[in-house]
């Protein structure tokens, strides 16, 4: 059964941390990515990776970065977390050229 | 502008009654569609998807989609919707040009409620 875990559920951080989101997924798929939900706005992609230490911005990377040291593992990185990043964060992941993305449970941040 | 719309926010049906979701794209080529469901404090599960062919889609817990090219529209329908549906509905695309295979684009969502 395929699997992509995001290790944190809910976060509460201070304005100005460094904030970490960690996903992992066992599928072996080489494309992951992350996306950001708000009411009426759907959900929005901040980057995606086509492979290990490969990144492209989505529409809205601003006040984000992105690690892929290893397949099966995509961090999404708050430099310095703002209240309007306050979120949710959803991380998926597919193979190349595949039609189907399967996603994380969301990371709830709340940032004070 | 390119774009995926859902034009209902928020639904609300009766247990046992039909429903339908309704979901509109702008886009050139027709693109690949999917409906996805999300639970409260959950991820998305797939409900369906359609990429060629048959233009009425079967998919999971009883729903379907059809696509009309004409209308550029990719509803969601139930005939008989159960307490367990109440959950968030989204439409989502993968814009064919310009080397779209890495974006799913989202529309807002519809949140549908249930009453028994």
């Known amino acids: 059964d395929v699997k992509v875990t995001q290790s944190s559920r809910y976060l509460v951080k201070r304005t100005g941390e460094k904030v970490f989101l960690e996903c992992v997924q066992d599928m072996d798929h080489e494309n992951m990515f992350w996306y950001r939900q708000d009411p009426g706005l759907g959900l929005r992609l901040i980057y995606f990776?086509?492979?290990?230490?490969?990144?492209e911005k989505g529409d809205i990377p601003e006040g984000y970065s992105v690690s892929r040291e290893k397949k099966e593992r995509f961090s999404l990185i708050l430099e310095s977390a703002s209240t309007n990043q306050t979120s949710m964060y959803l991380c998926a992941s597919r193979r190349p050229f595949g039609n189907t993305i399967y996603f994380g449970e969301g990371s709830w941040l709340t940032v004070v | 502008a390119q774009s995926v719309t859902q034009p209902d926010i928020h639904i609300t049906v009766s247990e046992g009654a039909s429903l339908e979701l309704r979901c509109n794209y702008s886009y050139g080529a027709t693109p690949y569609l999917f409906w996805y469901v999300q639970s409260p404090g959950q991820g998305l599960q797939l409900l369906l998807k359609y990429f060629s062919g048959d233009t009425l889609v079967q998919g999971i817990k009883g729903f379907e989609a059809e696509f009309k090219r004409s209308q550029s529209s990719f509803n969601l329908r139930k005939p008989s919707v159960h307490w367990s549906d109440a959950a968030e509905y989204f439409c989502?695309?993968?814009?064919?040009?310009?080397?779209?295979?890495?974006?799913?684009?989202f529309g807002a969502g519809t949140r549908l409620a249930v009453h028994p």
């Open positions: 990776s086509y492979d290990v230490k490969m990144k």
């Open positions: 989502a695309v993968v814009p064919l040009e310009s080397g779209g295979y890495n974006k799913l684009i």
